[in-house]
């Protein structure tokens, strides 16, 4: 069995699970300065309260199949984008101590608020800006000579468009979790975020294929585009269910899912223009990769982790299923 490959398969997963599972309740601090009320952000809060730290957990997971299993590519991320990764975990330590203070505060609540806001926000934007700087390519150790490389005109739009995509997926969440006014909002502000990210989509996919040849030479070489097809498809498909999912009387599970399954054809579609690469134009996941003694002497704990991981977290999920009422309390 390739070790590398099934360890790429495996930060691939976890990254996945990240960005959908974390992804919504950043996307709920996003969407905060849409919802005034006092109660309605009560509501909103108390609809991750459960969930919002296990969901973190894929981030350290991932981290740790990074480090240990492509140590290269960890050490030349950790290098070329230190000060965003040191700004998006400062943003995610305001929006958990957020989370802490809120409830128990009164007269400081705005401030929390605000901090539940601008850490989400901060955190989402971080990402997105990680994961432009990483399709476009970033030259070693620009972050050790204080050059700012990872910043560009790409990385900051897909920072935006994280940003959008994380907050449809919140909105998509509300309808799940919610009733009354706060599901109406939601689904009237979701159906104006799915107009976006389709949008955003086509204009991310058009710039990558024209900013890089390996990626615009895998897509159309051959018959490459015909068996490729069915992801913008799929993708499109979703995004035209969810807008009608999202009337005046949305469906209250489907958009969520649909939500999911556009993420997964983003995903699949950046796999394919990226692979083999871990670092485009520089590493691939062979060449990054940890020897295989030392990949197998790992197997073992992921083995024995990742299903309790997994199982913990649909367990949550399914404990605190079903909508948030307004005469829960407490955090």
Known sequence: ?????????????AVLMYVVLDGFDLGLGILYPWFKGEGERDHMMRSISHVWDGNETWLVFGGVVLFAGFPAAYSELLATMYTPLIIMLIGLIFRGVAFEYRFKSHRSKPWWDLSFFLGSTVAAFCQGLILGAVVQGVDAGAGATGALDWLSAFSVFT??????????????????????AIMARAAHLGRQLVVAIMVILAIVSLWTLMDNAEVRARWFDG????????????SALFGW?????????????RPFWLAVGLFIMGFIGLVV???????PHRLTLWQ???????L???LPGILIFLPLICAYTLWGYRIFAGKVEDFEEGY
């Not at 223009?273 to 670092?279: A, D």
Request: hydrophobic share 55%; proline share 6%; glycine share 6%.
């Open 288 to 294: 990054a990769s940890a020897p295989d003694s030392s």
């Open 223 to 234: 018959l490459n585009f015909l068996l490729l097809l069915p992801l913008p498809l799929l």
């Open 241 to 253: 269910l969810l807008y009608k999912d999202l009337d005046g009387k949305p469906h209250e599970t």
């Open 273 to 279: 223009g990226l692979f083999p690469y871990l670092i």
């Open 159 to 180: 920072g935006f468009a994280v940003m959008v995509a994380y907050a449809l997926l919140a909105c998509c969440y509300l309808v799940l979790k919610s009733r009354g």
């Open 296 to 298: 197998l002497f790992l």
């Open 1 to 13: 069995m390739d070790l590398a490959l099934f360890y790429y398969l495996l930060l691939g997963f």
